[in-house]
Protein backbone atom coordinates (compact mmCIF):
# COMPACT_ATOMS: atom_id res chain seq x y z
CA UNK A 1 0.00 0.00 0.00
CA UNK A 2 1.26 3.46 -1.06
CA UNK A 3 1.05 6.33 1.43
CA UNK A 4 -0.17 9.83 -0.13
CA UNK A 5 3.33 11.88 0.45
CA UNK A 6 3.73 15.50 0.00
CA UNK A 7 5.66 16.10 -3.41
CA UNK A 8 8.83 16.61 -2.44
CA UNK A 9 9.22 13.09 -1.11
CA UNK A 10 9.64 10.08 -2.91
CA UNK A 11 6.47 8.01 -2.24
CA UNK A 12 7.10 5.10 0.25
CA UNK A 13 5.25 2.15 1.87
CA UNK A 14 4.48 2.00 5.48
CA UNK A 15 6.91 -0.28 6.18
CA UNK A 16 9.77 1.14 4.15
CA UNK A 17 9.25 4.23 6.50
CA UNK A 18 9.32 2.36 9.59
CA UNK A 19 12.32 0.80 8.66
CA UNK A 20 14.11 4.11 7.70
CA UNK A 21 12.91 5.86 10.95
CA UNK A 22 14.37 2.74 12.70
CA UNK A 23 17.71 3.12 10.69
CA UNK A 24 17.87 6.49 11.21
CA UNK A 25 17.29 6.36 15.45
CA UNK A 26 19.63 3.99 15.27
CA UNK A 27 22.14 6.28 13.98
CA UNK A 28 21.20 9.26 15.79
CA UNK A 29 21.61 7.21 19.08
CA UNK A 30 24.93 6.14 18.51
CA UNK A 31 25.74 9.55 17.34
CA UNK A 32 24.41 10.92 20.77
CA UNK A 33 26.80 8.22 22.41
CA UNK A 34 24.24 5.92 24.08
CA UNK A 35 23.00 2.28 23.55
CA UNK A 36 20.78 1.78 20.04
CA UNK A 37 18.43 -0.39 21.88
CA UNK A 38 17.42 2.24 24.50
CA UNK A 39 15.29 4.49 22.25
CA UNK A 40 11.79 2.75 21.73
CA UNK A 41 9.38 4.27 18.98
CA UNK A 42 5.43 4.33 19.68
CA UNK A 43 3.82 4.89 16.40
CA UNK A 44 1.28 7.63 17.22
CA UNK A 45 -2.13 6.21 15.56
CA UNK A 46 -4.70 8.35 16.17
CA UNK A 47 -7.01 9.33 13.49
CA UNK A 48 -5.30 7.09 11.44
CA UNK A 49 -6.84 3.63 9.89
CA UNK A 50 -6.69 0.03 11.93
CA UNK A 51 -5.15 -1.09 8.60
CA UNK A 52 -2.48 1.11 8.85
CA UNK A 53 -2.00 0.22 12.65
CA UNK A 54 -1.90 -3.71 11.64
CA UNK A 55 0.67 -2.66 8.58
CA UNK A 56 2.86 -0.99 11.34
CA UNK A 57 3.15 -3.79 13.26
CA UNK A 58 3.81 -5.73 11.19
CA UNK A 59 6.46 -3.93 9.98
CA UNK A 60 7.89 -4.59 13.16
CA UNK A 61 6.17 -1.67 15.10
CA UNK A 62 6.03 -3.26 18.79
CA UNK A 63 4.31 -0.02 20.81
CA UNK A 64 1.39 2.64 19.30
CA UNK A 65 -0.14 5.63 21.00
CA UNK A 66 -3.78 6.70 21.04
CA UNK A 67 -5.43 10.00 22.18
CA UNK A 68 -9.03 9.19 22.19
CA UNK A 69 -10.51 6.08 24.11
CA UNK A 70 -13.78 5.89 22.28
CA UNK A 71 -11.47 6.00 18.81
CA UNK A 72 -8.87 3.77 19.94
CA UNK A 73 -11.16 1.04 21.84
CA UNK A 74 -12.95 0.55 17.64
CA UNK A 75 -9.59 0.02 16.37
CA UNK A 76 -7.78 -2.27 19.20
CA UNK A 77 -10.22 -5.24 18.37
CA UNK A 78 -8.28 -8.27 17.45
CA UNK A 79 -4.50 -6.17 16.85
CA UNK A 80 -1.41 -8.15 16.94
CA UNK A 81 0.60 -8.30 20.17
CA UNK A 82 1.42 -4.89 20.82
CA UNK A 83 1.94 -2.17 23.29
CA UNK A 84 -0.84 0.44 24.17
CA UNK A 85 -0.22 3.83 25.21
CA UNK A 86 -2.73 6.48 26.40
CA UNK A 87 -1.70 9.64 25.44
CA UNK A 88 -4.89 12.02 25.86
CA UNK A 89 -7.00 13.66 28.40
CA UNK A 90 -8.28 10.90 30.83
CA UNK A 91 -11.60 11.18 31.51
CA UNK A 92 -12.90 9.55 35.15
CA UNK A 93 -15.40 7.59 34.25
CA UNK A 94 -13.30 6.30 31.18
CA UNK A 95 -9.99 5.59 33.64
CA UNK A 96 -11.67 1.85 33.59
CA UNK A 97 -11.94 1.25 30.10
CA UNK A 98 -8.58 2.87 29.81
CA UNK A 99 -6.72 0.65 32.45
CA UNK A 100 -8.33 -2.36 31.01
CA UNK A 101 -7.17 -2.05 27.12
CA UNK A 102 -4.08 0.22 27.59
CA UNK A 103 -0.50 -1.07 28.85
CA UNK A 104 0.37 2.78 30.14
CA UNK A 105 -1.03 5.94 30.39
CA UNK A 106 1.70 8.90 29.76
CA UNK A 107 -0.22 11.91 30.12
CA UNK A 108 -1.08 12.00 33.91
CA UNK A 109 -0.62 15.82 34.97
CA UNK A 110 -2.60 16.13 37.78
CA UNK A 111 -3.43 14.32 41.04
CA UNK A 112 -7.40 14.06 40.52
CA UNK A 113 -6.60 11.89 37.15
CA UNK A 114 -3.90 9.36 39.01
CA UNK A 115 -6.47 8.45 41.41
CA UNK A 116 -9.25 7.54 38.64
CA UNK A 117 -6.30 5.62 37.14
CA UNK A 118 -5.32 4.22 40.47
CA UNK A 119 -8.77 3.30 41.64
CA UNK A 120 -9.46 1.63 38.65
CA UNK A 121 -5.79 -0.64 38.17
CA UNK A 122 -6.70 -1.58 41.93
CA UNK A 123 -10.48 -2.85 40.95
CA UNK A 124 -8.92 -4.83 37.99
CA UNK A 125 -5.79 -6.10 40.30
CA UNK A 126 -3.30 -4.81 38.25
CA UNK A 127 0.04 -2.86 38.74
CA UNK A 128 0.05 -0.09 36.15
CA UNK A 129 2.49 2.15 34.97
CA UNK A 130 2.26 5.88 34.24
CA UNK A 131 4.54 8.94 33.37
CA UNK A 132 4.48 12.62 34.76
CA UNK A 133 3.42 14.59 31.73
CA UNK A 134 5.51 18.13 31.95
CA UNK A 135 4.69 21.45 30.25
CA UNK A 136 7.60 22.63 28.31
CA UNK A 137 6.15 24.72 26.25
CA UNK A 138 3.99 28.30 25.94
CA UNK A 139 2.41 26.27 23.13
CA UNK A 140 1.47 23.12 24.81
CA UNK A 141 -2.21 23.49 27.21
CA UNK A 142 -1.19 20.28 29.76
CA UNK A 143 1.22 19.10 31.82
CA UNK A 144 2.69 20.36 35.24
CA UNK A 145 5.13 22.25 35.95
CA UNK A 146 9.00 20.34 35.45
CA UNK A 147 9.90 21.72 39.15
CA UNK A 148 6.74 20.05 40.14
CA UNK A 149 6.55 17.18 38.29
CA UNK A 150 8.65 15.02 41.45
CA UNK A 151 6.55 15.85 44.48
CA UNK A 152 3.20 14.69 41.41
CA UNK A 153 5.35 11.82 41.05
CA UNK A 154 5.35 10.69 44.70
CA UNK A 155 1.86 10.96 45.39
CA UNK A 156 0.69 9.13 42.37
CA UNK A 157 3.46 6.21 44.01
CA UNK A 158 1.22 6.85 47.18
CA UNK A 159 -2.12 6.04 45.33
CA UNK A 160 0.01 2.93 44.31
CA UNK A 161 0.52 3.20 40.72
CA UNK A 162 3.89 2.61 39.30
CA UNK A 163 5.35 5.79 37.76
CA UNK A 164 7.87 5.22 35.57
CA UNK A 165 9.02 8.62 34.02
CA UNK A 166 8.40 11.59 31.99
CA UNK A 167 6.38 12.44 28.62
CA UNK A 168 6.69 16.28 27.95
CA UNK A 169 5.52 17.67 24.04
CA UNK A 170 8.02 20.06 22.53
CA UNK A 171 7.53 23.49 21.52
CA UNK A 172 6.39 24.45 17.89
CA UNK A 173 9.29 26.52 17.14
CA UNK A 174 11.87 26.20 14.38
CA UNK A 175 14.79 27.54 16.84
CA UNK A 176 16.24 24.61 17.73
CA UNK A 177 18.37 26.13 20.90
CA UNK A 178 14.29 27.22 22.25
CA UNK A 179 13.63 23.06 21.97
CA UNK A 180 16.94 22.14 23.52
CA UNK A 181 16.50 24.05 26.30
CA UNK A 182 12.55 22.93 26.56
CA UNK A 183 14.16 19.25 26.06
CA UNK A 184 16.04 19.33 28.83
CA UNK A 185 13.63 20.79 31.08
CA UNK A 186 11.98 17.75 30.69
CA UNK A 187 15.11 15.59 31.36
CA UNK A 188 15.78 17.19 34.50
CA UNK A 189 12.37 16.32 35.68
CA UNK A 190 12.95 13.05 34.44
CA UNK A 191 16.19 12.91 36.68
CA UNK A 192 14.28 13.72 39.73
CA UNK A 193 11.01 11.88 39.23
CA UNK A 194 12.89 8.75 38.49
CA UNK A 195 11.98 5.59 36.39
CA UNK A 196 13.30 4.07 33.49
CA UNK A 197 11.32 5.94 30.34
CA UNK A 198 11.40 9.78 29.28
CA UNK A 199 8.66 9.96 26.59
CA UNK A 200 10.40 13.15 24.35
CA UNK A 201 10.08 13.95 20.39
CA UNK A 202 7.40 13.75 18.12
CA UNK A 203 7.89 13.53 14.26
CA UNK A 204 9.32 16.85 13.72
CA UNK A 205 11.52 16.55 16.71
CA UNK A 206 12.41 13.10 17.74
CA UNK A 207 16.04 14.04 17.01
CA UNK A 208 17.11 16.88 19.00
CA UNK A 209 14.78 14.46 21.56
CA UNK A 210 17.26 11.77 21.48
CA UNK A 211 20.06 14.03 21.55
CA UNK A 212 18.45 15.40 25.05
CA UNK A 213 18.09 11.48 26.20
CA UNK A 214 14.73 10.83 25.28
CA UNK A 215 14.03 6.77 25.74
CA UNK A 216 10.91 7.15 23.83
CA UNK A 217 9.54 8.62 20.86
CA UNK A 218 6.09 9.01 19.56
CA UNK A 219 5.82 9.36 16.04
CA UNK A 220 3.10 9.96 14.22
CA UNK A 221 2.46 11.80 10.55
CA UNK A 222 6.37 10.67 9.80
CA UNK A 223 5.00 7.28 9.95
CA UNK A 224 1.80 6.68 9.24
CA UNK A 225 1.50 9.46 6.96
CA UNK A 226 -1.00 12.66 7.29
CA UNK A 227 -3.93 12.71 10.14
CA UNK A 228 -7.37 12.33 8.62
CA UNK A 229 -9.27 15.17 9.65
CA UNK A 230 -12.96 13.50 9.35
CA UNK A 231 -13.74 13.26 13.26
CA UNK A 232 -14.51 10.18 14.80
C1 LIG B 1 -0.27 13.48 18.01
C2 LIG B 1 0.77 13.27 19.04
C3 LIG B 1 2.07 12.83 18.69
C4 LIG B 1 2.54 12.57 17.27
O1 LIG B 1 2.66 13.76 16.56
P1 LIG B 1 3.39 13.81 15.12
O2 LIG B 1 3.84 15.22 15.01
O3 LIG B 1 2.36 13.45 14.13
O4 LIG B 1 4.51 12.85 15.15
C5 LIG B 1 2.96 12.61 19.73
N1 LIG B 1 2.64 12.81 21.02
C6 LIG B 1 1.40 13.24 21.37
C7 LIG B 1 1.10 13.45 22.82
C8 LIG B 1 0.45 13.50 20.41
O5 LIG B 1 -0.76 13.95 20.79
Not at 22 to 41: C, D, K, M, N
Amino acid sequence: MKLELGADSAPMTLRERFLTLAQELARETRAAGRSTFGVTIVGVSKKQSREKIVEAIDAGLTDIGENYYQEARKKFTRLPPVRKHFLGRVQTNKAKGIVSDFDMVQSVDRLETGRAIARAAREAGKAFPVLVQVNISPSERFGIAPSSADRLAQQLRDEGLIVDGVMAIGPITPDQSEIRRAFLLAAGAFSRVGGKTLSLGMSGDWRQAVACGSTMIRIGTALFGQRSTTKR
